[in-house]
């Protein structure tokens, strides 16, 4: 579960600080705390994380919210509310904002909801709570007011965001290591009928200054040696002469800082582009939604998706990481428009190099598609949950069956025009696909389209997973889709024998996922080494030899090198960082390697390493040696010390 900068509650405590000094302001997050192990995944996970959030005095606990966390956040209020039942609690965010009323009138642990963007009205609650004042003057907010439930009017959103103070980033302890999304503007003048966000912000496009971004970078990076940021913005370059201003300044400024965002493709163009690279920007997330041009007037994107896909290339070209993401299940889904999604999702993902992704419509309460559509829900998503212990995961099923008009964005949309299956089949197939990336160009030219491979795998898991009732009907992981595919070359008689190797390559990769992580200390590498220097394996790998030019496979060469060896030989390891890592050995090197898994000293293994397969010798010992101390110097071998 991956930790994240609260950003948003920084700001929500900045916020009240400045407006209310005397109130004391704690910030938790929750997946920190999972993480380091001190909530168990237990029949008691969510008593344990009220514990953790209620301390004692607790008079107000704020609870931030979104789609698929909103079923946890109310069992998280019911047990904050018995363990401090004169506590206060409440909820904010774009999840819970269009839902106020009914999360008042079902849940008695929910007293009220900041609706819309919420600084300066949980600002003024604080304030009217410290002082005993009514709450009915708060424009923003929806309350308990004893037993009905109060709905204040809509609050304006704020003008100019320089006028929030800076976050309170010191009063988060993961603040060095988690993933930080800053926030440097809010709201997008577009009007996707899908999307719940662009309202939620009044559709009001607003930056913060240059000034005031760089002023948090230089905070972020000198105070906490922050070396990247993301930037929290739905359309980072919806004002093309704003973001070159911004990237001159970042250059001028040369912060050392890299950076992400996301955009559209039709508001940015190969200059900006170049300029963006310039400046530091690494990455881009462009949302396409749906591969059908069609579909693209549906849905109200209106995006040219010839011109996306040069975007995407271009982007790639001047050394930005391109992400695209697309979107199946609409209600006026096709099997055209299905077709044509799935098949730019894996062009996208060919152009940019890099990563794509494919999501299911998630019902979103707020956007214009919902008010016209809602009639159209029914069918409970196949995403993937929280694995929770037993009971707490009944608790968390049965508040989502029990109250469907509230925890919408656990349904999908009913899609008359293509398979229901299909659509679940992909809920969650994305990221093993992008993983096999290297495999598509090659193995997709053997089907009419990329749709018929993804309906044979429909069909293939929910048989396989038939026989494994602890999965949902249509979820895979990696080795289910390597698996299918090898099952799918042996069935369609492909006799390429490239793409066999290839995808055991990556089924060698998958299993080197599973070694322990290697961590590797620069005292380990011994400086001196004679014939006598005991030497032992240093990380734990998997070798593995391929029958072809594997490494120029990989690198997207479509012929092998005139020079190539045969077979290639490739170590897999774990990082210390959980990655995989692969280089390629010589034979040699596998010979050493292999004698190493039993300490030897370094003149026998170089000895060794000059024995052929049919057991003739030949070269010097130096040559030997050569080797040795180059698989030292990649810490592939390490001095082992007589106890």
Request: with cysteine; glycine share 8%; net charge negative.
């Amino acid at each position: 579960m991956q930790a994240f900068v609260p950003v948003g509650l920084l700001s929500l405590k900045a916020s009240c600080h400045a407006a209310c000094p005397s109130a004391a302001v704690d910030v938790v997050e929750v997946n920190t705390l999972i993480n380091a192990g001190q909530i168990q995944n237990s029949k008691d996970f969510y008593d344990d994380l009220a514990d953790a959030i209620v301390g004692a005095g607790t008079d107000l606990v704020g609870l931030m919210t979104d789609s698929d966390s909103l079923h946890h956040t109310v069992a998280i209020a019911s047990r904050v509310k018995a363990r401090a039942p004169r506590a206060i609690v409440g909820l904010g965010g774009p999840a819970s904002s269009p839902l106020a009323r009914p999360l008042l009138q079902r849940f008695e642990a929910i007293d009220f909801v900041v609706r819309g963007e919420g600084e300066e009205t949980f600002a003024e609650a604080i304030c009217a709570l410290e002082r005993g004042v009514t709450l009915s003057g708060i424009a923003g907010l929806t309350w308990r007011d004893r037993l009905d439930v109060a709905h204040n009017t809509d609050r304006k959103v704020i003008e100019d965001l320089d006028t929030l103070p800076i976050p309170d980033f010191a009063a988060y302890s993961g603040i060095r290591d988690a993933a930080l999304y800053l926030d440097v503007g809010r709201g997008c003048p577009f009007k996707c009928s899908f999307c719940a966000t662009a309202p939620f912000w009044e559709r009001r496009y607003r930056m913060k200054s240059i000034p005031r971004i760089q002023e948090e970078i230089w905070l972020l990076r000198d105070r906490w040696g922050r070396g990247h940021v993301n930037f929290s913005h739905d359309i980072f370059t919806c004002d093309a002469k704003w973001t070159h201003r911004f990237c001159d300044a970042m250059k001028s400024a040369e912060l050392g800082v890299t950076w992400s965002c996301s955009t559209r493709t039709d508001v940015i163009d190969p200059e900006l582009l170049a300029h963006m690279a310039e400046a530091g920007c690494v990455e881009i997330y462009y949302g396409i939604e749906t591969g059908s041009q069609a579909m693209q007037a549906v849905i109200d994107k209106d995006l040219d998706l010839a011109r996306s896909r040069d975007i995407v290339r271009a982007t790639a070209s001047v050394g930005i990481r391109p992400v695209t993401g697309f979107i199946l299940g609409y209600p006026e889904e096709t099997p055209e428009s299905a077709s044509d999604t799935l098949t730019r999702f894996f062009d996208f993902l060919e152009v940019g190099g890099y990563r794509a992704h494919i999501f299911t419509l998630c019902p979103f309460p707020g956007a214009p598609m919902f008010a016209r559509a809602q009639e159209l829900i029914g069918r409970r998503s196949e995403c993937l949950e929280l694995p929770l212990a037993a009971e707490a995961a009944a608790e968390a099923d049965r508040t989502i069956s029990e109250n469907p008009h509230i925890f919408v964005g656990h349904f999908r949309y009913a899609t008359a025009g293509i398979s229901s299956e299909l659509v679940a089949a992909v809920e969650e197939i994305s990221p093993h696909l992008v993983l096999l990336k290297r495999l598509w160009p090659m193995l997709l030219p053997h089907y009419d389209a990329p749709m018929t491979l993804l309906m044979r795998w429909t069909h293939w898991i929910a048989e396989r997973n038939a026989e494994r009732p602890w999965r949902g009907r249509h979820h895979g992981d990696a080795g289910d889709l390597i698996d299918f595919l090898a099952r799918e070359l042996a069935e369609l008689g492909i006799a390429d024998g490239r793409l066999g190797e290839l995808l055991r390559y990556e089924a060698v990769k998958l299993a080197a996922a599973a070694l322990p992580a290697n961590s590797l200390d620069d005292t380990e590498r011994p400086t001196q080494v004679s014939s006598d220097t005991i030497l032992g394996q240093a990380r734990h790998y998997l070798i593995a030899a391929f029958a072809v030019d594997i490494g120029g496979l990989i690198a997207g060469h479509a012929q092998p090198a005139n020079d190539v060896v045969l077979p290639q030989w490739v170590l897999f390891a774990r990082g210390s960082s959980g990655a995989v890592d692969t280089m390629m050995i010589s034979d040699r090197a596998r010979r050493i390697l292999e004698c190493a898994q039993r300490p030897r000293k370094a003149g026998e293994l170089a000895r060794a390493a000059l024995i052929d397969a049919a057991g003739r010798g030949g070269g010097p010992t130096e040559c030997g040696l050569d080797t040795v101390h180059a698989l030292l110097e990649r810490r592939l071998l390490k001095e082992v010390i007589p106890s």
